[in-house]
């Protein structure tokens, strides 16, 4: 039985740089096994588009590991008792991961923690997945943050340099003869293909993610302030968010290249930065408030929303989840999510509240739509964003503040491109109508090829009616 040897259990952090578990195995041992544990009974099951995700990002990690000597064994069943099985078959002495910090996965960690140690094997975990771990950010009282503005000055004033850890040149090979599934054995992609679209939509894996980085930093970054809330726009945003939530790319790495590329800013370029840099506190609050209410998913954090009439479908729904409700806008987001398994934040926000205040559907019903249908989906951060439209979140939007989606659609997409790419039969009519197509004058619509409610739905709600209704629902509850 060999005493040098140590596994690395990985899980959402598919990256070899800034890995400090990987990194401490490698030091430290002569022997290193990298493990991948797919349980299909896992208490949170992964959502469809995250899953082919998963399965091209594993891939990726499998390639880069072998470009370091080593290569990714995968195995199938509750983590509990494969890493106990694989430790005693192995020798090893250890086991290291980084952290997670959502309910389910602290709860195994537990387990697993208890488990080596009874077979003498060490449990070692480190920090991985966020700037600052839960624990170290509370208030002076000792209580968690419930109101972000406080939460990023004190995290702005915790992290300072934020040091990284680089990537392994060659890894310790892995203990010969162990046996393996392959990646394609897990099952990750759909048996009916529907995968095409974000496979097209994006490059996967640990390099495509810091070439994104590269990218935004370039040409993103300067003026992320102006074009962040603009979804036509292809460099406005980053999009890192499903290699962050993969762990592709660490939230330190990030954090690191662009504080390094705001001391060379100035002015409005040196704040928008700093925006972005919030947009990653976001995240991090996110988390930090599931570590510290981890019913967020479920249910509301202000406890008056409890005996709000949410209804958790209705006739409408449908019409949603399939970018059919008229609103070119919340179409348009809604088709980006299913074909691309991604959707602009500002957008987000508009199909959100549409739902909600609009349709009067229950969050939870668009938390699990979302789910299921993005690439990026993450507990915390899912919650935390649908409790904030729903207005029954900490530090949430109020529910007062109902947005018109048509003037939001007129505001951030005034040329209608947005729209003109994801709902195609509206893209010959003038920005003009675009955005309410019922209402254009019927020699554009015949010019354009548009026939409101034949090729293109008339709206489903009527807004302002809509409005009052949830607005009226929101007062019986004060
Ligand atoms: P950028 O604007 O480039 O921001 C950089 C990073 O900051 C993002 O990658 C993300 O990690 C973080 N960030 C930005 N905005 C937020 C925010 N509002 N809350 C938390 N973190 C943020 N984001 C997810 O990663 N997973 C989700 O499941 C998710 N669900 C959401 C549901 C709703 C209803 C809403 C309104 C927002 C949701 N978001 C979610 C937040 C946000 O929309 C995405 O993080 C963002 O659109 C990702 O694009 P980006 O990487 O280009 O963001």
């Known amino acids: ?26 030091k430290e041992f002569d022997k290193v096994l990298p493990l991948f544990i797919w349980w299909p009974k896992a208490q949170v099951h992964i959502g469809s588009a995250s899953k082919v995700w998963l399965h091209h990002s594993l891939l990726s990690l499998d390639a880069s590991l072998q470009n370091a000597g080593s290569r990714l064994f995968v195995r199938t069943g509750n983590p509990v008792k494969v890493l106990k099985e694989i430790s005693k078959e192995t020798g090893a002495s250890a086991v290291f991961w980084n952290r997670s910090y959502e309910p389910a996965e602290l709860q195994l960690e537990d387990e697993i923690k208890a488990s080596l140690n009874s077979s003498r094997v060490l449990a070692g975990h480190f920090a991985g997945n966020l700037l600052l771990e839960p624990w170290e950010a509370r208030k002076k009282n000792n209580t968690p943050y419930l109101v972000f ?259 939001q659609g007129k505001k951030f997409d005034p040329e209608g491109n947005y729209i003109r790419k994801y709902v195609p039969e509206l893209a010959k009519l003038p920005a003009k109508w675009i955005h309410a197509p019922q209402d254009a004058p019927a020699e554009v619509l015949q010019k354009a090829g548009v026939a409101p409610g034949d090729t293109y739905p008339l709206p489903i709600v009527d807004h302002a009616t809509a409005r009052a209704e949830s607005l009226r629902n929101y007062k019986r509850l004060r």
């Not at 039985?1 to 490698?26: G, H």
């Not at 988390?287 to 406890?303: A, D, I, S, V």
């Open 149 to 407: 503005t406080p939460f990023a000055k004190s995290s702005f004033e915790k992290l300072g340099q934020v040091h990284i850890v680089s990537k392994p040149g060659n890894l310790p090979t892995a203990p010969r003869g162990v046996r393996t599934g392959t990646i394609g054995s897990l099952e990750l992609l759909p048996t009916v293909r529907w995968d095409n679209g974000i496979t097209d939509a994006w490059q996967i894996g640990e390099d495509a993610a810091e070439r994104s980085l590269r990218r935004f930093i370039k040409n993103g970054l300067r003026n992320y302030d102006e074009t962040r809330n603009l979804p036509a726009l292809d460099d406005g945003v980053s999009r890192l968010s499903p290699h962050l939530h993969f762990g592709e790319i660490s939230p330190r790495q990030i954090w690191a290249a662009v504080t390094r590329e705001r001391e060379k800013l100035s002015g409005k370029e040196a704040a928008s930065a700093t925006v972005f840099l919030k947009e990653l506190l976001w995240r991090e609050f996110s988390h930090h408030l599931l570590y510290h209410f981890p019913t967020m998913p479920e249910l509301e954090l202000r406890e008056e929303f409890d005996y709000y009439p949410w209804d958790s479908a209705n006739e409408y729904l449908r019409a949603w989840q399939k970018g059919l409700t008229g609103f070119p806008i919340v179409d348009a987001g809604m088709r980006q999510l299913w074909q691309t398994g991604w959707m602009h934040n500002r957008v987000r926000m508009i199909v959100g509240s549409f739902l909600i205040k609009d349709l009067g559907i229950d969050w939870r019903t668009g938390e699990e739509w979302f789910w299921d249908t993005l690439v990026d989906a993450d507990l915390a951060q899912n919650s935390m964003n649908w409790q904030w439209v729903a207005g029954c979140g900490a530090d949430a939007s109020p529910f007062f503040r109902i947005f018109n989606p048509t003037s």
């Open 1 to 26: 039985m060999s005493k040098s040897t140590a596994i690395v259990w990985f899980r959402n952090d598919l990256r070899l740089a800034d890995n400090l578990a990987l990194a401490e195995a490698a």
